[in-house]
């Protein structure tokens, strides 16, 4: 968790990536509750539009599924990890696959959280809000 | 690790009841504030139309996972899982993405637990309509919120 970027004094905005739209809905509908102030939500349902939004907004974390058509969310991990250009990028795994060998696929890529679904609200409540803390 | 000269033994679907079971409590309880029990004879009443999600996955052993829920309840773990109004109605593609989404979960959870070390693949959900299920001989048979709904497990013959 080195990947701070303190005093910028802005809320967070957020990229979920998830082939499912009703995740999508469920993620978003926790951050509105959460009562944490983001400045933006943005969407994509796999790695290529995940990327597409990261070329064009500033994205303080990423919450991504890991198994999706067309670009998989390690695969995203991947080219994040390669490209180097969002070293301050907090990148949290949202997946179905809790398997060991997943985590640490996953570990070996920057990510800083990984839930496994099914994902208690209250879970990625928490977890927005530790972002936002280390977000001041 | 295992000796490439010992054959993988492909399980049969009555070994894994128990564990697809607590997999379906822990989805439903955790995601969908849902409660699972034993079918009782009023969850077995005249349901409507059905929704059915074939879940295929591959890896430490191949096979699909076979959710079949009524209408009504998948519309109540669409409003449960996002939180809104008991009487909304989502349209049919957001309805039928829930019931993948359910069967991917119920899915992984299974696969994470059984697993254990070994890697596994989910293939993309398939969801239809499904006018009057029959219910497979080695189903597991539920209630979920008092509603009836069946789960199945099949195995790749690893022969």
Known sequence: MSEREPGTGRPISLLIVDDSSTMRAMLKRVVELSGIEVAAVHEAANGLEAMAVLERERIDALFTDLNMPGMTGIDLLRRIARDGRWPHLRRVVISTDGSASRRAEAGGLDVQLYLEKPLRPEVMRDVLAEIAAAHP | ?159
């Open chain 2, 1 to 159: 690790m295992s000796s490439p000269r010992l054959r993988r033994r492909t399980p049969e679907p009555a070994e894994h009841r128990e564990s697809l079971a607590a997999a379906l409590d822990e989805v439903a309880a955790e995601s969908f504030f849902a409660c699972v029990e034993s079918p009782g004879e009023d969850a077995s009443g005249d349901a409507g139309a059905w929704l059915c999600v074939d879940v295929g996955f591959g890896g430490a052993f191949g096979g699909e996972l076979r959710v079949v829920l009524p209408e009504p309840l998948a519309r109540d773990l669409y409003c449960a899982f996002l939180g809104c109004e008991p009487d909304a109605v989502p349209l049919e593609r957001e309805l039928f993405d829930l019931v993948g989404e359910f069967g991917n979960m119920v899915c992984g959870r299974w696969l994470t637990r059984t697993c254990g070390r070994r890697q596994f693949q989910l293939r993309a959900p398939a969801v239809r309509r499904d006018g009057s299920p029959a219910v497979d001989a080695d189903a597991l048979c539920v209630a979920i919120n008092g509603q009836p709904a069946w789960l199945r497990l099949r195995f790749e013959d690893d022969a």
